[in-house]
């Protein structure tokens, strides 16, 4: 491999272990909010965003669960990925063992959607190459094709 390689991120997590043991879904809940503080940071370091999140607990007795799901809308939101951290918890683990460590992680990691750009132009109702057009005037679709147009959107690629 060439010296300046760089391999691409493919998921961002950040972990903590305790030296006490948590026992209850209010101590988790405070962890799994403080977590994904750490993962929004590099995910817009590395402009990525997430599409999942990953919960992996470890109990007292050094037996680890994983839980994964996908979130609404791709996300750098450290409380997104927050909260669906905790509905997995929440909704998976069975209190037969105390708590030792927590790790969450972004996972399905891509780009962002680009951001939204202004402009005018004078081209016919379209769609073409990711911009919507839409004409100016109220008249009816019927209408002569000519006059002016304003464009809505246009993605940045």
């Known amino acids: 491999m060439p010296g300046n390689y760089e391999s691409s991120v493919k998921s961002v997590s950040h972990g903590i272990t305790y030296s006490a043991d948590l026992?209850?879904?209010?101590?988790?809940?405070?962890v799994m909010l403080e977590l994904p503080q750490d993962?929004?940071?590099?995910?817009r370091l590395h402009s990525l965003t997430a599409r999942g999140v990953q919960a992996t607990i470890r109990d007292n007795d050094l037996y680890f669960k994983q839980y994964q799901a996908a979130l609404e809308t791709q996300s750098q939101s450290p409380m997104e990925?927050?909260?669906k951290s905790?509905?997995?918890?929440?909704?998976?683990?069975?209190?037969?063992s105390k708590v030792r460590a927590v790790i969450v992680r972004a996972i399905n990691l891509i780009p962002p959607i680009r951001r939204i750009r202004q402009a005018s132009s004078r081209i016919p109702p379209s769609v073409n190459g990711g911009s919507?057009?839409?004409?100016r005037s109220r008249k009816s679709a019927a209408s002569s094709a000519k006059g002016p147009f304003i464009r809505l959107a246009s993605w940045e690629t």
Do not use: C, M, P
């Open 23 to 30: 026992d209850h879904n209010d101590e988790v809940w405070k």
């Open 81 to 83: 990925s927050a909260r």
């Open 132 to 135: 919507v057009w839409i004409r």
């Open 39 to 43: 993962i929004g940071h590099r995910l």
């Open 86 to 96: 905790r509905q997995l918890f929440e909704a998976n683990y069975r209190w037969t």
